[in-house]
T-cell receptor, first 116, second 112 residues
Framework: GAVVSQHPSWVICKSGTSVKIECRSL??????MFWYRQFPKQSLMLMAT?????????EQGVEKDKFLINHASLTLSTLTVTSAHPEDSSFYIC????????????FGDGTRLSIL | RKEVEQDPGPFNVPEGATVAFNCTYS??????FFWYRQDCRKEPKLLMS???SGNEDGRFTAQLNRASQYISLLIRDSKLSDSATYLC?????????????FGTGTRLLVSP
């Protein structure tokens, strides 16, 4: 079945560091990838929709200059949390949808980000 | 009002029990509906889609009532391995983009 790989799975770093998270669709092409964030005991919140070859669409309240998204190929999207601070600590999850047909989203394993 | 509302629980049930979860959504233009399962510190995994005609997958039965904007999930003969958080998810189409909206989840604890 469709597999989405997310890397790294766990990051601990100092405040002010920029962190890049990769999301890859391993056995299918994904024109659209999605980035979510989940705080403890809360629901997944869509941050942005990443479209291959074009600018990402950000949800209201999500700073595009803070969360940089690059979707350079049909199998890779990256999210960079720039100058991360403790309040950015969260569980970040990507998902991807196959380009052909009305397919469900497949989720990556998630990245747990802890900013000290 | 949240777009997708669920009772957070937890629901504590013994093995073998039948348990039902409910969910309501606010956007009447929502197009498709799902139940996902999320284990602690893991990504959500699709459990099943939900249709107005109702659908069943083994011990799991899902039902959608579009008029009431209400979705349900029934789990029969609960197993210890069913312990997880169950997320009600609604797919909305807005200005050409599809968007999944997640409820906060209902936590289920199945005990021996």
């Amino acid at each position: 079945g469709a597999v989405v790989s997310q890397h790294p799975s766990w990051v601990i770093c100092k405040s002010g560091t920029s962190v890049k998270i990769e999301c890859r669709s391993l056995d299918f092409q994904a024109t659209t990838m999605f980035w979510y964030r989940q705080f403890p005991k809360q629901s997944l919140m869509l941050m942005a929709t990443s479209n291959e070859g074009s600018k990402a669409t950000y949800e209201q309240g999500v700073e595009k200059d803070k969360f940089l998204i690059n979707h350079a190929s049909l199998t890779l999207s990256t999210l960079t949390v720039t100058s991360a601070h403790p309040e950015d600590s969260s569980f970040y999850i990507c998902s991807a949808r196959e380009a052909v047909g009305n397919q469900p989203q497949h989720f990556g394993d998630g990245t747990r980000l802890s900013i000290l | 009002r949240k777009e997708v509302e669920q009772d957070p629980g937890p629901f504590n049930v013994p093995e073998g029990a039948t348990v039902a979860f409910n969910c309501t959504y606010s956007n009447s233009a929502s197009q498709s509906f799902f139940w996902y399962r999320q284990d602690c510190r893991k990504e959500p995994k699709l459990l099943m889609s939900v249709y107005s005609s109702g659908n069943e997958d083994g011990r799991f039965t899902a039902q959608l009532n579009r008029a009431s904007q209400y979705i349900s999930l029934l789990i029969r003969d609960s197993k210890l391995s069913d312990s997880a958080t169950y997320l009600c998810v609604v797919n909305q189409r807005n200005t050409g983009f599809q968007k999944l909206v997640f409820g906060t989840g209902t936590r289920l604890l199945v005990s021996p």
